[in-house]
């Protein structure tokens, strides 16, 4: 099982999303922004390089069909800079939470979605 985290950054009453680029596995499917935990790194510096913590939500275990299995796990987040460095993703959008179900989400993280929209009414 691969570890690891996502931030959903928020900024004004908006959410980061970020899509994945066509050279990705999983290309094109939009994400929250993240990163695989390295080994004795705990979760939070996997996360703060960039980016504020604000508190941990509920995870998901996804596997793919591949047998890659992850367990996503997402923190309630806002950014300590706005310079965006696109090292991976195509683009990233700002979106209302009422939006977030308009993307095409990569499908380990629509649980994720689906928790934050609810919490956020």
């Not at 999983?26 to 504020?52: H, M, S």
């Not at 800079?81 to 095409?104: C, N």
């Amino acid at each position: 099982m691969i570890l690891v985290t996502c931030a959903i950054i928020e900024h004004h009453g908006k959410i980061l999303c970020a899509q994945r680029s066509e050279k990705m596995n999983l290309p094109l499917k939009w994400e929250f922004p993240g990163g695989k935990v390295e080994e004795n790194e705990d979760l939070q510096t996997c996360l703060k390089r960039e980016i504020k913590i604000n508190e941990r939500l509920p995870f998901n275990t996804h596997s793919y069909s591949n047998n890659k299995v992850i367990k996503l796990i997402p923190f309630r987040c806002s950014l300590q800079t706005f310079e965006i460095d696109l090292k991976e993703h195509l683009k990233v959008e700002w979106a209302s939470p009422t939006d977030l179900s308009r993307y095409d989400w990569a499908e380990a993280d629509i649980p994720i979605v689906q928790n934050y929209i609810q919490s956020s009414q």
